[in-house]
């Protein structure tokens, strides 16, 4: 039995999956294949089957298999960014196409989505996806893609992913699902009914905020992957080598990090709902957030971002952050190092409200972050 059949676990995929122990050296550890080109044989053909750095490389290799592995697909394109993975998932579609969002959808998602996609002719609609009427009385004829994020950013709101694949289905259309908040440690899209399953490895997956990079992960060989696969080699938004490699590095720890992670971000919502300074905790994790009871049926935890709504305004919102000692202020998440970020003035005409503050949980000690909350918090 091959190593990776015997992988059964998330925790001992993330080991095995995508790794061998290197049959020229014995090297525990893959090296990174910095060649940019491969030789070919006397005979013209590529013997082990690379050509050139952009179209295959041995590390790119080994994070797509393993990455296929955890979110229990059929395979990945990985790109060098989670921007670039979304961006070239939309590029696969046609101009006469139509797209359904989430309205809380990655800012970034939203700016390619109004700035590049619509003046090039594809078409769009912003809805609440966890409302599934709205998004059944969304679809069109030519809805050719759906995509969803949950838990979403910075509500974490909660989509039902079962309930909108199936709708997305019958209308003869695909369902991609940005899993980076969840990872696929606590959720897989793929096995809910998703066609797809997109991530920015920059965060949970690569884990110690030192690497941007993002990948696709199909559920079934099917056109729009053909296509995919195609911008992803000839449009050349690659990963390099060294980036593929410390994301496969980083994933090593992904279930003992999201694990750990969650568990804290369970205690701080539960801390920061009971604080008189707080007036709301967005937490899938909470029993009284809106989303929790789907959350439950489709995620085993409920993930290390949480967002909280301060009693002020966003001069109380910033006072607050500017107050944090060990949480950096900074974006991004998934990180060891804990982040709080003020979103409302980075993503301008969004609904975000004023008095958000999102938080992500890095790996300090939870008594510690509690303490600096408690600090930043007092008036
Ligand atoms: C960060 C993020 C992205 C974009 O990833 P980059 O690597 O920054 O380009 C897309 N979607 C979600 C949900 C993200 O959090």
């Known amino acids: ?3 990776e059949a015997m992988s059964t676990s998330p925790d001992t995929q993330v080991i095995h999956s995508g790794r061998q122990i290197d049959p020229a050296t014995g090297a525990i550890t893959a090296p ?3 060649s940019t080109t491969f030789e070919r044989g006397a005979d013209g053909s590529y013997p082990q089957g690379y050509i050139y750095g952009r179209s295959g490389n041995p590390n790119r290799d080994a994070l797509e298999t393993a990455l296929t592995t955890l979110e229990q697909g059929c395979a990945t394109a990985t790109f060098a960014s989670g921007s670039a993975a979304t961006f070239s998932l939309l590029q696969t579609l046609g101009p006469a196409d139509h797209v359904i969002a989430p309205q809380s959808v990655y800012f970034g998602v939203q700016q390619m989505l109004s700035q590049i996609f619509a003046p090039w002719g594809l078409s769009y609609t912003l809805v609440d996806t966890t409302d599934l009427t709205a998004v059944a009385e969304t679809l069109r004829p030519n809805t050719r893609l759906v995509l969803i994020e949950t838990p979403s950013n910075p509500q974490l ?3 039902d992913i079962r309930a909108i694949a199936a709708l997305t289905h019958q209308a003869n259309a695909y369902l991609a699902c940005d899993n980076t ?5 606590l959720q897989t899209p793929l096995t809910l009914g998703a066609d797809f399953a997109i991530h920015a490895t920059t965060k949970y997956l690569a884990g110690h905020g030192d690497v941007i990079g993002g ?40 279930p003992l990090r999201v694990r750990a992670q969650a568990q804290v971000a369970q205690a701080i919502a539960t801390w920061l709902t009971e604080h008189p300074a707080i007036e709301r905790v967005l937490y899938p994790g909470l029993p009284d957030h809106p989303g929790h009871s789907v959350a439950q049926g489709q995620m085993q935890g409920y993930g290390g971002l ?23 202020r900074a974006t991004s998440f998934g990180s060891p190092h804990s982040t709080i970020e003020h979103r409302a003035s980075i993503e301008k005409g969004t609904q975000t409200a004023p008095n958000l503050l999102r938080l992500s949980i890095g790996l300090e000690h939870k008594d510690d972050l509690i303490a600096d909350l408690e600090q930043a918090l007092e008036r």
């Open 1 to 3: 039995m091959s190593a």
């Open 32 to 34: 990174i294949h910095l």
């Open 157 to 159: 709101a909660v989509t």
């Open 181 to 185: 908040i969840a990872s696929p440690v």
């Open 215 to 254: 990948a696709v992960v199909t559920r079934v060989p099917n056109p729009l992957f053909d296509q995919l696969r195609l911008i992803q080699t000839i449009g050349g938004t690659v990963p390099s080598p060294f980036d593929c490699w410390l994301t496969l590095r980083g994933l090593q720890t992904l």
């Open 306 to 328: 949480l967002s909280f709504l301060v009693k002020g305004d966003q001069a109380t919102a910033m006072g607050v952050a500017a107050k944090t000692r060990l949480i950096a």
